[in-house]
Structures are given as structure tokens and as C-alpha cells.
């Protein structure tokens, strides 16, 4: 999966870089991301960007016929199917156009075709010299993303700040081979990602999705500064 990202206001500079390609001004940043996923490919996603009205219809926009975006929630996927004729999302009768999905929240994409979905939005939560934003993780495997739209290693406190309990795991999904990459497991010992034996730092990118798996309730909080 590609991601282009591109994120202007008005005003000043905004201290940081939200990711390697972004262009980041004032403390209203509105903006837009461009993923585009291989066809016939599964792509693990994450919502950027907040529309004011962060549902299923408004995240995935325009995307081809046949198209399916699979909803984790209670442990399990439901799986909706985008119909070019009547430009619904549908899980057999069931429209799901509203299906919430808010930043903070991952799932799964498939199309049988080249496709580049491009999120519209703003940083969600900002005030007029910083932003913090919390997304509370409950225990148990959880899809997931960013809140705030970082390209980082997830220790980093100043950008994705992903900070976790012994034995926390994550689950990262690897677009082109179409698998997870080896179980990530933070050790509360050396407070260290490990691969293993092989210590080793996860990179999350800004909308990409992944697995989380805490054993209580995590609060992930991220906080964009203006300098």
C-alpha cells in the first residue's frame, strides 16, 4: 500500500513532522490521505482523518463494485460488499453505510481492481496550541490505528506514543505477502519490542491498521503540539 499524505492550514508552522511526505501548517490542519492498495489484495486501513461524520459510506468513498471492507467487532469480522448499482455497502440485507469508523478504528479492505481511496478530513480534536486525543483500546486482540496521523517507530512519545504492559502484542499486516508479520510482544522486563528473541521497534504508518492485544484497558494517547 502507498500513502501520500498532504495536511495545510492557514497559518504557522506546526513543530514535527507527521510523516515523511507531509506538508503541516497551523493548528487547524485539514488535508486529505491517498492509500492505494494492490488489486486483488487484501490492505489492513485505518481512518486518517476525521469527516465530522466518520461512517463507512464517508471513509471508503467512491471505491469500485465488489468491493469489501470487513468490520472487526465482539472478537470477529462482518464483512460489507459496496454495490456499483445502488452504491450501498451491504452484509447480505443489511445496509451498513453507517457502519461507524472513526479514527482509531482499523479493518480490512479487498478489490478486485487498482483503486486509490482519498480521505477528506482534519486531525481530529485540535485546539488552538495543542491537541490530545485518547483512543481507549479494551483488552483482547482490537483493530486499530492512529488517532493522530504519524509515520514513526511507536515508542516514540512524541509522536505515535504507544505505551503498553508486559506482554501487550501487536499483529501488523503485511500488504504484499498477504500475511502478519512475526507476533510483536512488548517485554515489561526490558521495556522492548521483540520479534522473538530479536528486539526490534514496530513502525506504524498514517493509515495503516493493526492488531493490538492488551490484557486490561489501554489508554493510547497522542498529543500534536504547535511550537
Known sequence: ????????????MVAGVLASNAQVYSANIVGYVNTDPAPNTYAFWANPLTTGNDVLSNVVVNPPGGAQVSVWSAGSFTTYTYSGLTHHWKNGAIVGDTVPLPPGAGFFIFTSVGYTNTWVGSVISQTSSYQTVTNVVPPGYQAVGEMVPYSDVVTNPATVNLQVAGGTTLLIWDEPLQTYDSLYTYSGLSHT?????????PVVQPGEGFFINAASTLNWVQTLTNN
Open 193 to 201: 519490542w521483540k520479534q522473538g528473541v530479536t528486539v526490534t521497534n
Open 1 to 12: 500500500m502507498r500513502t501520500k499524505i498532504l495536511l495545510t492550514a492557514a497559518a504557522a
